[in-house]
């Protein structure tokens, strides 16, 4: 069956620190790959977006790694702030199979002044 | 309008009771889509639309879920008897694309900041 998983802990890092969040997907063929940032009480915002033939992506401190071998994505922020603390959801659109984005169940991110 | 808005934010039922949630895409947004989340999980899709046809139904979970969007905008998420499992915050994101349709430009989803259904 197709799975997204992410990193159900929470990941706690030191302000000014680089945050790296993973996204492993099996039984996929995926042709683009986002991620979204969801802040408690509100819907998930729309960060970075990744197509299957793109390496890295890359967007002021965020970025975005997609490695379709290895079947995983990875997300980076550098210099991390206290405000970077959210949840961080990573979504797949399929070639087949359902085209709507399927989200994965997201990393907490909790970065400490 | 500016961005998507659903209303009610938050709803809370009985057990047996049917609820209406409605959604607002952004305007000139062709596709519409409904997704349900539980505490700490992500948001798990149900149904998205393409105009004001259903373009995938598939992740509804039964048929006591239902949806519309009979002009091609707002849309309403129909749940007949509603169950305690039911309990969740129902998304509602638009798109200017749909998935598929226009792979070059990928559709990016703008969420609403969904309706928090509890059913006791």
């Known amino acids: 069956s197709q799975k997204i998983e992410q990193n159900s802990e929470a990941l706690n890092i030191q302000e000014g620190k680089t945050a790296t969040l993973t996204c492993n997907y099996t039984?996929?063929?995926?042709?683009?790959l986002q991620w979204y940032r969801q802040d408690p009480g509100r819907g998930p915002v729309f960060l970075l977006l990744?197509?299957?033939?793109?390496k890295e992506k890359r967007k002021e401190r965020l970025k975005v790694t997609f490695d379709t071998t290895l079947k995983q994505s990875l997300f980076h922020i550098t210099a991390s702030q206290p405000a970077d603390s959210a949840t961080y959801l990573c979504?797949?659109?399929?070639?087949?199979?359902?085209?709507?984005?399927?989200f994965g169940s997201g990393t907490r991110l909790q970065v400490q002044p | 309008g500016a961005g998507v808005s659903q209303t009610p934010s938050n709803k809370v039922t009985e057990k047996g009771k049917y609820v209406e949630l409605r959604c607002d895409p952004i305007s000139g947004h062709t596709a519409l889509y409904w997704y349900r989340q539980s505490l700490g999980q992500g948001p798990e899709f149900l149904i998205y639309?393409?105009?004001?046809?259903?373009?995938?139904d598939s992740g509804l979970p039964n048929d006591r879920f239902f949806a519309v969007r009979p002009e091609g905008s707002v849309s309403t998420l129909k749940i007949q008897r509603t169950e305690r499992g039911d309990s969740a915050v129902y998304l509602c994101?638009?798109?200017?694309?749909?998935?598929?349709?226009?792979?070059?430009?990928?559709?990016?989803?703008?969420f609403g900041a969904g309706s928090r259904l509890t059913v006791l």
């Open positions: 639309f393409q105009g004001t046809g259903a373009a995938d």
């Open positions: 039984n996929y063929s995926p042709a683009y």
């Open positions: 994101a638009s798109s200017l694309t749909s998935p598929g349709s226009d792979l070059t430009g990928a559709n990016v989803l703008t």
């Open positions: 979504a797949l659109s399929s070639y087949t199979g359902r085209r709507a984005l399927t």
């Open positions: 990744i197509r299957e033939n793109e």
